[in-house]
């Protein structure tokens, strides 16, 4: 059309631009609350301490997959794990809209955060301790919206066991079932 011509951009205003956007970054808002601390116990950090941790040990991964009825079971090294654990690290809880949107429940060994409205992607967290050492973590996750309902179970036993359980349902195209177990060889 006469009325859509692409002109050149200019050099500089393209440099301007990209300063620009790169600048926004630093705009964003912090995770941390006023005296530099965390609201939520950091499951983002502890994860992506744990995934460098992983790659430098690179264990051996009896790993089992299963898609509906379909199970595949491989013995396997993992290149990524930041990639294999990103459900975990997405479950962050510790941004500033939602500094006020969790329930906490503390004791010696357990601390429990569950969601104030069902709007919010993750909706309970669950972590064992002993001696401030993580023994496990549960994280329970629910979206819906008008096209898809998803529910997720992420458990991980650090040194030992992780497992993705995942139920998808998808208007039109039905419902898909996925669990990812791996069992790290020492």
């Not at 509906?68 to 396997?76: C, S």
Request: aromatic share 10%; net charge positive; with cysteine.
């Amino acid at each position: 059309m006469y009325w859509c011509k692409l002109k050149s951009i200019p050099l500089a205003a393209l440099l301007s631009s990209t300063l620009l956007l790169s600048g926004l970054q630093s705009c964003m808002p912090d995770k941390t609350q006023p005296n530099g601390t965390l609201k939520y116990f950091d499951v983002s950090g502890y994860f992506k301490a744990d995934t460098a941790r992983l790659k430098k040990l690179n264990p051996q991964v009896d790993k089992t997959v299963i898609h509906n009825d379909v199970t595949e079971r491989k013995a396997v090294y993992i290149p990524n794990w930041g990639q294999e654990l990103n459900l975990f690290i997405q479950s962050d809880i510790n941004r500033p809209a939602w500094k006020n949107s969790y329930t906490v429940l503390n004791t010696d060994s357990l601390i429990i955060y569950t969601a104030k409205t069902p709007d919010l992607r993750t909706v309970k967290i669950m972590i064992r301790k002993e001696k401030n050492k993580v023994k496990w973590i549960l994280i329970f996750n629910h979206t819906k919206n008008l096209l898809y309902e998803t529910r997720e179970k992420l458990s991980y036993f650090p040194d030992s066991v992780y497992q993705i359980e995942k139920s998808q349902h998808v208007k039109l195209m039905g419902k898909n079932l996925y669990k990812i177990k791996g069992i790290l060889k020492h």
